[in-house]
């Protein structure tokens, strides 16, 4: 049954207040279970990070699952303005559930029934994907198993998981939470993470950091002032791939890079379509209007979400904002880039509120000490770079095209280095043995999969700062940000200053760096 947040308030005394008073001598005596007192494997309560999930559809439940595994952290709350459904986009087949089975373990192998996948639905002509679960009332649920399966209680018997419609309604009411992990739609990013800054809340964001330059700048700076830990869930910059890649460029395996080729097989969302024109009946237990927050209120429509969403201009950044700000993150590092001085792009044909079918972009950054200027070329909707000759088999299938075939290219005056999206397998032409990949090393353990989190998460408890911070994530958001922009206008070159974060050349593409929003929902 779906109940309101209010139903499930617990009325334990929270682990914080109740050693402050008993240090304060408001507790005369405490008697301490001897859990709590230590041994192999356990983490007081005091050492751990209590989190609250915000937005739990694919991504959200995906890594809420992830750090529910972590000994070092606590999920105390989820928020989500749709109470539950089955309608989220999955990566294979009944995906979700069959994770959450297999994070809560043996006994637990028909866990969810009524949370299985409805089945399969086509999204676009070439991308079908299964459907699964999603919303605060399946997430609260696995919270609350996850944790009574870890005390022993096999009927599921905890009750600790609050679950909220509204983010405000959590911060008014989690006062002890530590931090809070952000998974909604882009357009939401940077009002909730500001807003868990302000009450001093570390923040895990997902990607893109956010919707809009301007926010861009704001949240980076709210980080700084407020001192938090503020990072967003993206491996790139601290990859053994981006490692590798930079030593060698560094060495000058390639020469001087002057251009770098990035190709991605999205989008896998409809986009190229106008708004539709009918109203469809909001879904019950969904507040669209909270879902809408920042954006122009419009009437309902299920071309809107779930995952749908990204590609409407007012919601989501596109293949660009959903996928460049992980191969941006490891190009800016290796590279050591600032912000592009200019940007443009050729798409196929346009529209009013939704991102093109397809689309090149140029993006042109400034030279520095250590190098000359560099053009980055953007690729998406199935438009690739020209393939050099000479390849391996493997390099050639990365400009086939299909799901997996995204790849990048960087190109020096001496040869090029061709690698995966995210710069996994790199291979240097002309070969030299001197610049080949190592073999994977045997890895023992959880897998090197979630580098960003796990710097978050010591960062949270004041271990340096993640290396995907906010204030470092800035200019790496405002590039790829420019590039969605200059996706919205065609043909147009877009001159951009920095300092004053302007467009200098066309006042319409400058409306678009911080365009407003609903006044309720302003920061």
Known sequence: MIGDSALNKTTEISRRSLFRDAAAGAVSFLIVPRHVLGGAGYVPPSDKV???????????????????????????????????????????DNDLL????????????????DLSSPGR??????????LGMGGREPARRLVDAYYGSRKGSA??????????????????????????????PDHWHATISIAAMRQHKHVLCQKPMTHSIGEARRVAAVARETKVAAAITVNNPSSDSTHLIASWIDDGAIGHVREVHNWSSRPFWPQGIERPKDMDAVPAGFDWDLWLGPAAERPFNKAYLPFVWRGWYDFGDGSFGDMGCYSFAGVFKILNLTPPTSVESSTSESY??????????????????????????????GLRPSRPGGLRREDQQLFEGGEDNEGIMYVGDKGILLAGFNGNHPHVYPESSKYAAPAPAARTGRPRTDIAIDQWIAAC??????????????????AFL????????????????EEKMRITSSEKANALVD??????YRV
Not at 515 to 520: E, G, N, Y
């Open 50 to 92: 209590t989190i609250a999930s915000i937005g739990l559809g694919r991504q959200g439940q995906a890594v809420t699952m992830e750090l529910l595994a972590r000994p070092d952290v606590q999920i105390v709350a989820v928020c989500d303005c749709n109470a539950g459904s089955k309608n989220y986009v999955e990566y294979g």
């Open 98 to 113: 069959k994770s959450a089975r297999k994070l809560l373990g043996p006994g637990y192998e028909n866990w969810g029934e």
């Open 352 to 381: 009013a509120e939704t991102f093109p079918k397809a689309s090149l972009v140029y993006l042109n950054f400034p030279a520095n000490e250590n190098r000359p200027e560099v053009r980055m070329s953007w690729y998406e909707g």
């Open 121 to 130: 639905v086509k999204l676009t002509h070439e991308f079908g994907t299964s």
């Open 155 to 184: 009927s599921g018997g905890y009750k600790g998981c609050n679950a909220y419609n509204d983010y405000r309604e959590l911060l008014a009411e989690e006062k002890d939470v530590d931090a809070v992990y952000i998974a909604t």
């Open 515 to 520: 365009p407003p929003a609903r006044a309720k």
């Open 461 to 478: 408890k004041g271990g340096p700062t993640a290396i995907a911070n906010f204030e470092s994530e800035r200019p790496v958001t405002e």
């Open 482 to 497: 420019l590039g969605c922009i200059a996706q919205r206008l065609p043909g147009d070159f877009l001159v951009w200053d």
